[in-house]
């Protein structure tokens, strides 16, 4: 009887697909197919780089674009409504040149001016109101190190200075006033707001009357201060809540994955990563941690991991704690190991914060369950809560921080909202199984869990089905995967019944965006080199033509 197979090349690009039929040791091929997936190259190129993609993101772009402009639209009509109210509205001062505008901002904060020059002041900053970050990255480009660089070197140069005054010194002095790039100029929005409350503060005196309200008075809320400020300018419409696009429990049913900065996943993770940790001799001998190394491993990786190391346990770090030294000849099966970056980071935050005796904050036992005061309520309030001003807030009436500490924590601490496959429910069950040295799949089995899903039946179909829309996290995996489910049944109604597959994967398919991100810095890296050579080729040694083989 002969014997089907089924060859597939999946790549990113494209699928391949082969149908041999072998009998009595002779191989035909009875079929071959190729599908080529439609590419985007600005879309594969991030998906190559290990960036987040989406086949939406253009559209995406455009319409936030829009958003934006109405939003700003829609809060100048407000303005402009509440300044005609007060008399501190002229048209005839919108067309003020760029050195007109930032001048009338330079004499705000020191000199009296006319309540309609005001009025035009207040237009001007409406229209760009800087940077604020909402503590979880919102952009790519805003968490790259050069925009965060570029960010305080802007700030640092405007020392005492407000922006309007920075700006328009620079505006006089330059010989021509079109070369300085205004809108390149990007500020954190708590200068702007400093520059607004100095520019109030400085006109009240002249306007007492209409200039109501102010930066030290304890009641703003029906004042003009509170309505221009923080109901117009700088009002930030508050984030619309994602928890329902989080993802439920691989095991609980109706429980959300937790966050992976929850102390819980950190420490269910640090567990599950020394359980697993093993080493070989010189001998070819296998070796596992005893409970005792695995305790101190512990306490290295959840108390003692620093920032310089990336939080992280390195090779030498990790025999030195084991016992060994750096050079005995041991081949660990981890290069490194992940530590509690969360401890680590809240701990280094009030230690700058000067707060004494700061370890009564940093308790934390999930045999317990108490969340109060410890480092699970610090976590969740730095976590969860939106801005700074809300965490400084609760910082100060939970903990009794002063002013200016609950500032340096909420300053020094943040969050990104990546997600686990597992729920709180779930890890607080493996952990005691965990911490008695079983294995992941061991803990499973003492709980009940279905981790590979051998305990359940898997009903088998005569054809593939589809992967819905959305249901996994890389589109790019998802269109190929469809891809490969259509050439599959296509073949199973011309073939007839397959007997064996084989499958090769692309290793950019295969690679997760981490390794695939690493890849990609590294030869980043190389070009650059491999550049600074070529020109110190032609530069210093008078080669006219640079090839690979004289780099």
């Not at 699970?376 to 009436?397: F, G, M, R, V």
Request: with cysteine.
């Amino acid at each position: 009887m002969g014997k089907t197979i089924l060859g597939l090349d999946i790549g990113v690009s494209s699928v391949g697909l082969s149908i041999i039929l072998e009998n009595e040791g002779q191989k035909e091929i009875k079929d071959m197919a190729v599908r080529i997936v439609p590419e985007d190259p600005n879309f594969h190129g991030k998906f190559y780089s290990g960036n987040t993609a989406s086949k939406n993101l253009e559209r995406t772009t455009d319409r936030g674009i829009r958003r934006s402009n109405q939003r700003f639209k829609k809060r100048r009509d407000q303005l402009k409504e509440v300044l005609k109210v007060h008399n501190m509205l002229n048209d005839s001062l919108i067309n003020l040149t760029a050195i007109e505008l930032y001048g009338l901002r330079a004499k705000a904060v020191q000199e009296r001016l006319s309540l309609e020059e005001l009025g035009r002041v207040f237009i001007h900053l409406n229209q760009r109101r800087g940077f604020l970050s909402n503590r979880k990255s919102a952009s790519e480009e805003e968490n790259t190190t050069e925009y965060k660089k570029r960010l305080a070197q802007l700030q640092e140069e405007l020392g005492s200075e407000t922006i309007g005054q920075h700006l328009y010194n620079e505006l006089k002095n330059a010989i021509s006033p079109i070369e300085i790039v205004l809108r390149e100029r990007t500020y954190l929005r708590a200068s702007y707001m400093e520059e607004f409350d100095r520019i109030w503060e400085c006109q009240k005196k002249f306007y007492p009357a209409v200039f109501t309200g102010g930066v030290h008075e304890d009641n703003n809320k029906s004042t003009l201060y509170n309505t221009i400020r923080n109901r117009i300018i700088f009002y930030q419409r508050p984030l619309k809540s994602q928890k329902g696009l989080v993802s439920n429990c691989t095991f609980e049913r109706y429980h959300k994955a937790i966050n992976k900065s929850s102390p819980y996943f950190e420490l269910y993770r640090i567990w599950q990563r020394i359980n697993d940790l093993a080493w070989k001799l010189p001998s070819g001998e296998s070796q596992l941690p005893t409970q005792e190394q695995k305790n101190r491993l512990f306490e290295k990786l959840f108390y003692e991991v620093e920032a310089k190391s990336n939080f992280k346990l390195t090779v030498s770090a990790i025999k030195k704690t084991l016992g060994f030294s750096s050079r005995e000849n041991i081949y660990l099966n981890f290069t490194e190991l992940d530590g509690s970056k969360t401890y680590s980071t809240i701990k280094n935050a009030l230690e700058k914060a000067e707060i004494i005796d700061f370890n009564r904050f940093l308790f934390f036992n999930h045999q317990v369950h108490d969340e109060k005061g410890g480092l699970l309520e610090l976590w969740h309030i730095l976590y969860s809560l939106p801005a700074d001003a809300d965490i400084i807030n609760t910082l100060i009436k939970r903990f009794g921080f002063t002013q200016e500490q609950a500032n340096i924590v909420a300053k020094e601490v943040g969050f990104n909202a990546d997600y686990s496959s597992l729920s709180t429910k779930a890890i607080k069950k493996l952990l005691p199984h965990l911490e008695n040295g079983l294995a992941y799949n061991e803990a499973c089995d003492m709980v009940g869990y279905d981790h590979s899903g051998y305990k359940t039946k898997i009903e088998v179909h005569q054809k593939l089905a589809p992967i819905k829309q959305n249901s996994l996290r890389n589109p790019v995996v998802e269109q190929v995967l469809n891809q490969v489910v259509n050439m599959v049944n296509l073949a199973i109604e011309k073939h007839g019944k397959i007997d064996e597959i084989r499958v090769e994967l692309a290793r950019e398919l295969r690679n997760n965006a981490k390794t695939r991100k690493k890849i990609t810095y590294q030869n980043s890296k190389n070009k650059k080199s491999n550049d600074e050579i070529r020109a110190r080729l032609q530069n210093e040694y008078n080669f006219k033509i640079v090839n690979g083989r004289d780099i």
